[in-house]
């Protein structure tokens, strides 16, 4: 019980996590429409929107959610507790992830994910990601009909965010090996502790000033992608973590702030190919139709 409580506590201070709830009230969904994983991706890609730090009044809103969710917290409470979400918090599906590439998209090859080297630089601190790594999302347990296999389908059906792929894009299913080491992300200390283990304050090339006076953001530090690939395969963001950790600042005097802010939907980021198996999925011709959502709730 005690971890339901902690956990009701997180998703009530985060800030996307509360818009994803107040969007779903506002939208007339309930504990039984948020059990459905299409649905629950489709409303992060909505609430990721609605939190855009380029906005303007990303502050504003990001406030506003904190304190309009306070009177949703029976539903946080039965949606967090509900077996059927239990998916949101589950470490990496080995054998369900999607990689989707557009035609314009610099993704690497998933049989040819090259290892990073050297120190980080400016762009994979403000990306949080190292340049040539490849991004994948958990096939989700739906139709095969349905538009929404993913969280990267749900963030594409949105009008993609910061990624505006070249139409049509290619879909593959990957199976991750058995040994692949992958570092799971379900909360905004995880993000802290793994930036405390293989960033370099040293290197670190600060945080982004536009994001800062656009969005009030700090990004922070970054793992050092070279640094991590020593030890590690991967780094798996759940959907739990991506709704309770993105845009949650959090200090330590060892590394300072971190705030987890440019990763999109539920995901892994890849610094070498593991993959044990690639099957070919019929490419998308055009962005994945969802129902729209109503008028911002604010």
Known sequence: MSDLVDRLEEFLDAPLAAAFFVVADHDGLGADDLADPATACTLAATAVGELDPWSGDAPRVRARAVEAVRDLRPLVRRVLADERN???????????????????????????????????????????????????????????????RSGAHAVLAHGGGDWQPGYPVRQQRLRVAEHARVAEVHSPADWHDLVARYGDPTTHPGSDAHLARSGEVDNGLAPTWSALAADLDGVHLSFAGLLSALFVPLTSADVGTTTLWSWEHEGTRWVRSVFTATGELPPLERAPEVAGHASPWW
């Open 86 to 148: 239990t998916w949101w918090q589950a470490p990496l599906r080995r054998e369900a992830q999607l990689h989707l590439a557009g035609r314009d998209d610099r993704v690497p090859d998933a049989s040819a994910v090259p290892v990073l080297q050297g120190p980080l630089n400016r762009w994979e601190t403000y990306a949080q990601r190292g340049e040539h790594t490849l991004i994948t999302s958990t096939e989700l347990p739906v139709p095969p009909e349905s538009p929404v």
